[in-house]
């Protein structure tokens, strides 16, 4: 949202449409700019002429409210991995929905879920779910809520291996302020926000975060 604002601020004539895509698939989804102020934490619903759906682990579609496996299928889904079989059986799949058919679908390894209105909401990735005291926690789902406490400029959410938790949840942090911040006052924030088994088990303080070579935060640095 704070792009968007930056948008309507130096080019208010435009309008904007939010989209969520994969390198697989072109495009997969977009929010109408009427609907952004409303839903602005969604990637909105499926582009015209392709169909998106949720499937668990089980590979049965999601209910709303569910969280699952995002998957495409439509005219632009690709056709798989140059040379590389192995990773295109594993991507690219029979369309669950009808096994006998020959269609193809990409499986994204993004997990979303489907709200009432019919809009998708983004969850995390599949491989970077954290499991803390039995539950699946999304480690982008926790770094979004704790950016909305105002007072971390960059956050990363990692686990680490807790006797107790079997994965306890870290957040390393880069105060907005680092004269004024308080790891507690952070946790406080975090408790009100999220269920407990999403709160932080730790709240780190760095000057800065390491970052891959394409510039984005590195969530995998914290794991090596």
């Given at each position: 949202?704070?792009?968007?604002?930056?948008?309507?601020?130096y080019?208010?004539?435009?309008r904007?449409?939010?989209?969520?895509g994969?390198?697989?698939?072109?495009?997969?989804?977009?929010?109408?700019?009427?609907?952004?102020?409303r839903?602005?934490?969604?990637?909105g619903?499926?582009?015209?002429?392709?169909?998106?759906?949720?499937?668990?682990p089980?590979?049965?579609?999601?209910n709303?409210?569910t969280?699952?496996e995002?998957?495409?299928?439509?005219p632009?889904?690709?056709?798989?991995?140059?040379?590389?079989?192995?990773?295109?059986?594993?991507?690219?799949?029979?369309d669950?929905?009808?096994?006998?058919?020959?269609?193809?679908?990409?499986?994204?390894?993004d997990?979303?879920?489907?709200?009432?209105?019919?809009?998708?909401?983004f969850r995390?990735?599949?491989?970077?779910?954290?499991?803390?005291?039995?539950?699946?926690?999304?480690?982008?789902?926790?770094?979004?809520?704790?950016?909305?406490?105002?007072?971390?400029?960059?956050?990363?959410?990692h686990g680490?291996?807790?006797?107790v938790?079997?994965?306890?949840?870290?957040a390393?942090?880069?105060?907005?302020?680092?004269?004024?911040?308080?790891?507690?006052?952070?946790?406080e924030?975090c408790?009100?926000?999220?269920?407990?088994y999403?709160?932080p088990a730790?709240?780190?303080?760095?000057?800065?975060?390491?970052?891959n070579a394409?510039?984005?935060?590195d969530?995998r640095?914290?794991?090596r």
């Open positions: 949202m704070k792009l968007v604002r930056l948008y309507r601020q080019v208010p004539h435009v904007v449409f939010l989209m969520y994969l390198s697989e698939a072109f495009r997969s989804t977009y929010l109408p700019p009427e609907e952004v102020d839903h602005p934490d969604s990637i619903k499926a582009i015209p002429e392709t169909e998106i759906f949720l499937v668990g089980d590979n049965r579609l999601c709303p409210g969280l699952g995002l998957v495409h299928s439509g632009t889904v690709a056709l798989g991995y140059w040379n590389n079989p192995v990773a295109t059986a594993r991507v690219f799949r029979t669950p929905r009808d096994p006998r058919s020959r269609r193809a679908v990409v499986y994204s390894g997990l979303a879920s489907v709200d009432d209105d019919g809009l998708l909401h995390g990735r599949r491989d970077q779910l954290i499991k803390s005291y039995g539950y699946r926690v999304s480690p982008d789902e926790v770094e979004q809520l704790i950016y909305e406490s105002h007072a971390v400029a960059e956050v990363i959410v680490r291996p807790d006797d938790a079997g994965t306890a949840i870290v390393h942090v880069v105060p907005v302020d680092p004269r004024r911040f308080e790891a507690s006052a952070l946790l924030f408790r009100t926000q999220m269920p407990a999403m709160v730790a709240i780190e303080v760095h000057e800065s975060l390491p970052r394409t510039g984005k935060l969530r640095a914290f794991s």
